[in-house]
């Protein structure tokens, strides 16, 4: 038994070798380009920040500033590791596939590819929500919320690590449908169990709403709405792939009515 999960136990430190290996990589090769990526991050705040000064009659326009002596080059420390985490992702899913590849039969394991190419699109659908659909009503309305009394000073420290929280938590979101889909596959889950799980998944998609967006019901309201609706798509897609067994009540039924017929041919006789 030990040498079996010593095995696994090897597998799973290189394929995690790999994954590690691949955002090292890519966040040396992001640090060049840090800063086109810094102002396509704080281009949403910056666009709230301009919405401030033009309604805001008291407090002067907000600015973004930074607390820190080196607080410039931990942002771009930390919009690299952003953005190669991203330009890794597809390495990372197949290194994933991978790892439970053995477990799978032969046409099971031709599905690398779906997997990792559907895996990378949902999840910059996610960031592409999040950045262009949740990001400008949360900052316009967090930002804009009392600036008639206080001059928003926005420190980009925060700024990026609250927006990568963001970014990150939409995009691991939006994975739901390709999950259930290798789910189903798999034979590990039907739609008759995601409908009965669903009255659970409502909390469970609130909580994560609430804990991967700002404190305000705008925001987690962007973030639960879709995860719903993905939910609903994803017990489609589980239908399609895995549906549940029938009930088993038309079976049963058939053979009582065949043994009322031999009761009363009995009966005659």
Do not use: C
């Not at 607080?71 to 890794?88: C, E, N, P, W």
């Not at 590819?113 to 895996?119: I, N």
């Not at 928003?152 to 995009?171: H, R, S």
């Not at 390709?178 to 596959?185: G, P």
């Amino acid at each position: 038994m030990f040498e079996d999960l010593r095995s696994h136990l090897i597998e799973l430190r290189k394929r995690l070798g790999i994954s590690v290996g691949s955002i090292i990589v890519m966040f040396f090769v992001m640090f060049f380009f840090h800063e086109p990526i810094l102002e396509w991050m704080v281009a949403p705040l910056n666009t709230a920040l301009i919405e401030v000064g033009k309604k805001s009659v008291i407090a002067a326009d907000g600015m973004v500033t930074t607390s820190q002596v080196g607080g410039a080059f931990f942002v771009a420390l930390k919009v690299s590791f952003f953005a190669g985490l991203l330009a890794a992702l597809p390495i990372i899913l197949s290194q994933l596939w991978l790892f439970i590849a053995p477990g799978l039969y032969a046409n099971e394991k031709k599905m690398i590819l779906p997997f990792v190419f559907g895996g990378t699109i949902m999840f910059a659908i996610g960031v592409s929500f999040a950045y262009y659909i949740v990001t400008p009503f949360g900052f316009d309305f967090l930002i804009t919320f009392g600036s008639f009394k206080f001059t928003p000073l926005i420190n980009i420290e925060d700024y990026v690590g609250f927006f990568t929280k963001i970014m990150f938590g939409f995009g691991l979101a939006f994975e739901l449908p390709v999950f259930a889909y290798f789910l189903a596959l798999l034979g590990l889950i039907d739609d008759k169990q995601m409908i009965a799980f669903f009255k659970y998944a409502i909390i469970i998609i609130f909580v994560v709403a609430a804990l991967l967006t700002p404190p305000d019901v705008l925001t987690q309201m962007l973030m639960a709405g879709p995860l719903i609706i993905l939910y609903g798509i994803s017990i489609l897609i589980v239908r399609a792939v895995n549906p549940a067994p029938k009930e088993e009540d038309e079976d049963e039924d058939e053979p009582e009515e065949e043994s009322d017929v031999s009761d009363r041919s009995a009966s005659d006789k």
